[in-house]
C-alpha cells in the first residue's frame, strides 16, 4: 500500500514545491515539466482543479469532503498539518469537511485524528493569525510549523493513512460520488 502512495504524494510535492517555481522562474512552459500523471492521478489532479475552478462555491458536500480530504493528504505529506491549516481557504471550514469525509469513507481513526488537529488548529488560532499577514512570507509560515503543535499526530495520521490505502480509498470514493462533480457546471 505504501508502494502505491507515496510516489504519487511525493511527485504532487515535488511538483509544487521545487520543480514548479523554478520552471516559472525560469520562464519555461509548463509543458516542458518532466512529469507524466497515472490515469488515476491525472483523475485525482482533475478533480481537485474542478472544485478549485469553482471556489468551493455551493458545490455538493461529496465534492468539497473529497476536495478537503485529499487536500490534508498531500499537505500532510508535503508539510504537516501547519501547512494544510496555511494553505486552506477557510480552515476550520475544510478541516471539519475533511473529518466528515473521513467519517463517510468507514475511517473512524483518520476522522479522529483530523478532529484532534481541528481542536488544536482552534486553540492556537489566534497566535497564528499574527502571522499570517503576508501568506507568501516564509518566515510567517515557519512561525506557524514551529511551534509543531501537530507532531504528536502528523506520524499517526500518516501510519493510518498508509495502512488503509487512502489513496486508493479516495479514488473509489470519487468514482461513487462521479454525478456530484457533474452537477455543477
Not at 30 to 35: E, P, R, Y
Not at 83 to 95: L, T
Request: glycine share 4%; with cysteine; net charge negative.
Amino acid at each position: 500500500m505504501q508502494k502505491k502512495v507515496r510516489p504519487f504524494l511525493r511527485k504532487i510535492a515535488v511538483l509544487c514545491c521545487a520543480v514548479l517555481p523554478f520552471a516559472l522562474s525560469a520562464c519555461r512552459p509548463l509543458g516542458s515539466l518532466v512529469f507524466t500523471a497515472t490515469p488515476n492521478e491525472q483523475k485525482i489532479i482533475d478533480a481537485m482543479g474542478w472544485v478549485y475552478a469553482h471556489k468551493h462555491a455551493s458545490l455538493p458536500p461529496e465534492c468539497l469532503r473529497f476536495y478537503a480530504c485529499q487536500t490534508v493528504l498531500w499537505e500532510v505529506y508535503n508539510g504537516g498539518f501547519a501547512q494544510f491549516y496555511w494553505n486552506v481557504d477557510a480552515p476550520e471550514a475544510m478541516g471539519q469537511f475533511a473529518a466528515d469525509g473521513f467519517v463517510e469513507m468507514g475511517l473512524p481513526d483518520l476522522a479522529a485524528m483530523m478532529r484532534e488537529a481541528n481542536a488544536i488548529f482552534l486553540g492556537v488560532q489566534g497566535e497564528l493569525a499574527k502571522h499570517k499577514i503576508d501568506v507568501s512570507n516564509v518566515h510567517n509560515y515557519i512561525a506557524w510549523a514551529e511551534p509543531r503543535y501537530w507532531d504528536v499526530i502528523e506520524s499517526s495520521f500518516v501510519d493510518e493513512s498508509e495502512r488503509c490505502d487512502l489513496q486508493s480509498l479516495l479514488l473509489a470514493y470519487l468514482d461513487e460520488y462521479a454525478a456530484a462533480f457533474e452537477q455543477t457546471s
